[in-house]
């Protein structure tokens, strides 16, 4: 008799209903947990408790540690497939699946994809109207001609109404997914205690499995999550948090304008510009679309109102040669899948964000390369914090961008990763896969930036000569007839000149004189009073550029400004 093949049924549902054909062992790992605690929680509301575990059930359920499988942290790269975990289980479920997500976009984007899966989420979020509140009642009780939702999305504000969570509750939900749950740690201490909150949630609902996913968790981040969503104990599934397929670089700059705008124009798209702040999103978009004459540049940030953020997004999400200027508003979770480029005009908090919004490049599997612009005025704004665990966490993306170690293993041992030494017990070391540093184009650590030494070769050529105005006007003219001649594109303004100069004086190494003959003209500090730290870079159009304010080049001479010879040309 032929043997009887038994299809597995996770695999199948995964082919059947996501057309996904080959599940990683991660993720066939996190289900597995999520199943058997669905099934042992069939009878008993909660897993919380080892006394609600048959006897039979509780070796499986629980980890060499004494953690319930059923609690657990997964911590996996970007583009890994975590909406998969929950999905898949969902099918299977007797009740629906509690998905929580931190940002209304991210919301409206996996519901969309959910929709267009087949699985018709209800959706929870603020402002909504009665009579749309009262359609995803429907939907989620089945009121509406179909099946009661297997998948309800909300965020955590939504559920600290007693309505809300009642409803939810009362469809005895089987499992709680977070998503992103790094926020419970960077949001809920700050500006969104109603993450704290999520605890308690957890315990009202009584789901007998609740996983947190999140990319990108320090040990201390794992540990806070722990504590607020599982009493601080909790079973980590752990992938690969390497993407090996985005190449990191950081830009050395002064003048973070001009090195965007010649940034953006070399490098390939889609391309997603991340910016501080709300208003930094709409300024730098205006400035793109100025300098480089071109319209395919929108911003994105949380202050749009719902319809904008609609299109700005079905905008992006359909267009190839696009740049969004965005906050982080956009950055976690949302998927456009061949974004080629990630630029950080404004450097984030903390590695752990950077590595998960860089991590919106090349979620196709393609090459993808995520670009740091780092200046003077980020290492000072971290000189100046306050807060001591917030600034050791940030020095870590300064080491990140200026110093001479592998960038892609500085930020990993950030996030803990065993192979770049982050356990602290050594081992096999990750092997760079595409880094400036390693690939030798990165600018030597300690070095004066390429577009700060041309102000102080400038000044240290025509000392005493000049005003700060007029000296800026000179570089202005001659930075942008380079520019021209290379990319056919002024990337420069003389305010960006005097910001530099203005800066320089205050770091005491320049200044205006005030006495005559010299009144109100610039020059060099003396170096008998203070060192003058001028190390130059190699050589390349710098120098000509310097020269050409006493001796005009001819036109054959390079036109490259600021790259170097054979340097990366997404230096400044």
């Given at each position: 008799m032929e043997p009887v093949h038994i299809e597995d049924p996770v695999v199948l549902a995964a082919r059947n209903t996501f057309h996904i054909s080959y599940l990683y062992p991660w993720q066939r790992l996190v289900i597995a947990n999520i199943?058997?605690?669905?099934?042992?929680?069939?009878?008993?509301?909660?897993?919380?408790?080892?006394?609600?575990?048959?006897?039979?059930?509780?070796?499986?359920?629980?980890?060499?540690?004494?953690?319930?499988?059923?609690?657990?942290?997964?911590?996996?790269?970007?583009?890994?497939?975590?909406?998969?975990?929950?999905?898949?289980?969902?099918?299977?479920?007797?009740?629906?699946?509690?998905?929580?997500?931190?940002?209304?976009?991210?919301?409206?984007?996996?519901?969309?994809?959910?929709?267009?899966?087949?699985?018709?989420?209800?959706?929870?979020?603020?402002?909504?109207?009665?009579?749309?509140?009262?359609?995803?009642?429907?939907?989620?009780?089945?009121?509406?001609?179909?099946?009661?939702?297997?998948?309800?999305?909300?965020?955590?504000?939504?559920?600290a109404g007693e309505k809300v969570l009642s409803r939810i509750a009362a469809m005895k939900p089987a499992h709680i997914a977070i998503d992103e749950a790094h926020c419970v740690s960077e949001w809920g201490d700050t500006f969104r205690p109603s993450y704290l909150e999520l605890g308690r949630i957890i315990d009202r609902l009584g789901a007998p499995a609740v996983s947190a996913f999140t990319a990108t968790a320090s040990p201390p981040v794992l540990e806070r999550i722990a504590e607020v969503l599982f009493?601080?104990?909790?079973?980590?599934?752990?992938?690969?948090?390497?993407?090996?397929?985005?190449?990191?670089?950081?830009?050395?700059?002064?003048?973070?304008?001009?090195?965007?705008?010649?940034?953006?124009?070399?490098?390939?798209?889609?391309?997603?510009?991340?910016?501080?702040?709300?208003?930094?999103?709409?300024?730098t978009a205006r400035l793109l679309r100025s300098v480089l004459g071109d319209q395919d540049i929108r911003f994105y940030h949380a202050g749009l109102q719902k319809e904008e953020k609609i299109e700005v997004e079905a905008w992006f999400h359909g267009h190839d040669r696009a740049v969004l200027c965005t906050t982080c508003a956009w950055g976690m979770g949302v998927d456009k899948k061949n974004v080629r480029t990630v630029i950080h005009r404004d450097p984030p908090p903390t590695a752990e964000a950077y590595i998960q919004e860089a991590g919106r490049g090349g979620r196709d599997g393609g090459q993808a390369r995520a670009v740091l612009l780092w200046s003077p005025s980020d290492s000072a704004r971290i000189r100046r914090m306050k807060d001591g665990a917030a600034k050791e966490r940030a020095k870590v993306l300064e080491k990140a961008a200026s110093g001479a170690e592998c960038r892609r293993l500085v930020l990993l041992k950030a996030l803990g990763d065993p192979r770049a030494g982050g356990d602290g017990k050594g081992g096999e070391t990750l092997a760079c896969s595409g880094c400036d540093v390693c690939g030798g184009?990165?600018?030597?650590?300690?070095?004066?930036?390429?577009?700060?030494?041309?102000?102080?070769?400038?000044?240290r050529k025509n000392g005493?000569?000049?005003?700060?105005?007029?000296?800026?006007?000179?570089?202005?003219?001659?930075?942008?007839?380079?520019?021209?001649?290379?990319?056919?594109?002024?990337?420069?303004?003389?305010?960006?000149?005097?910001s530099a100069l203005t800066e320089f004086e205050k770091e005491g190494t320049l200044t205006t004189y005030q006495y005559w003959p010299w009144k109100d003209r610039i020059g060099a500090v003396n170096p008998r009073h203070r060192r003058l730290l001028l190390r130059r870079p190699h050589r390349n159009f710098f120098s000509c550029l310097l020269s050409s304010v006493r001796r005009r080049p001819s036109p054959d001479e390079d036109g490259e400004v600021f790259s170097g010879s054979g340097r990366s040309s997404s230096r400044c």
């Open positions: 199943l058997d605690a669905l099934a042992a929680g069939e009878h008993a509301r909660s897993c919380s408790r080892p006394g609600n575990v048959s006897p039979d059930a509780e070796e499986e359920l629980f980890d060499e540690d004494g953690c319930l499988r059923g609690r657990q942290i997964i911590l996996l790269p970007t583009g890994a497939g975590k909406s998969l975990c929950f999905q898949i289980p969902a099918l299977f479920a007797a009740g629906p699946t509690l998905v929580i997500y931190p940002l209304l976009a991210l919301m409206g984007d996996q519901k969309r994809r959910m929709d267009e899966g087949g699985l018709e989420p209800a959706l929870f979020r603020g402002e909504q109207s009665a009579e749309e509140r009262e359609a995803q009642y429907r939907r989620l009780e089945g009121r509406d001609g179909k099946p009661p939702a297997r998948l309800v999305i909300a965020n955590p504000e939504v559920l009493g601080g104990r909790a079973h980590l599934v752990r992938g690969e948090a390497d993407r090996p397929n985005i190449r990191y670089e950081a830009v050395s700059c002064r003048m973070k304008e001009a090195a965007l705008a010649r940034t953006v124009h070399r490098s390939a798209r889609p391309l997603v510009v991340f910016c501080a702040t709300r208003g930094g999103t709409e300024r184009t990165a600018a030597p650590p300690g070095k004066e930036s390429e577009d700060g030494q041309i102000v102080l070769d400038f000044i005493k000569a000049y005003s700060a105005t007029e000296a800026a006007g000179m570089l202005e003219n001659e930075a942008n007839r380079a520019s021209r001649l290379k990319d056919g594109i002024e990337y420069w303004a003389r305010g960006y000149f005097i």
